[in-house]
């Protein structure tokens, strides 16, 4: 997932990693979190992963990878997202 803002690190859920979490923003099921996302509307994209042909936000969302509307992301604030990925 890219966001059109900056921040300072994307952490995926790994329940390999010690504590839980690896520092990405690629996973193929699960929650990336951004940390100090600049405040602001800010718009993403998701890529698929490989052997992966779609993504989408949270499980049972049906939209394209490339989502048009912004989120508002707020100072001091914890931006999570959910992504499910579809294989192949």
């Known amino acids: 997932m890219n966001l059109d803002a900056g921040y300072d690190l994307a952490v995926a859920q ?3 990693a010690t504590g ?5 923003n690629t996973t193929a099921d699960g ?3 951004f940390m100090n996302v ?3 509307p800010v718009g993403f994209t998701i890529t698929p ?3 992966y042909s779609l993504c989408n936000l949270f499980a049972y969302d049906s ?3 490339t989502y048009d509307f912004p989120v508002e ?5 914890v931006t999570r ?6 294989e192949d």
Do not use: K, M, Q
């Open 14 to 16: 790994d329940s390999g």
């Open 20 to 24: 839980g979490f690896s520092p990405t």
């Open 31 to 33: 929650v990336i979190i």
């Open 38 to 40: 600049e405040p602001g």
């Open 49 to 51: 992963p490989d052997g």
């Open 63 to 65: 939209g394209p990878n």
């Open 73 to 77: 992301v707020s100072a001091g604030s």
């Open 81 to 86: 997202v959910t992504v499910t990925c579809f």
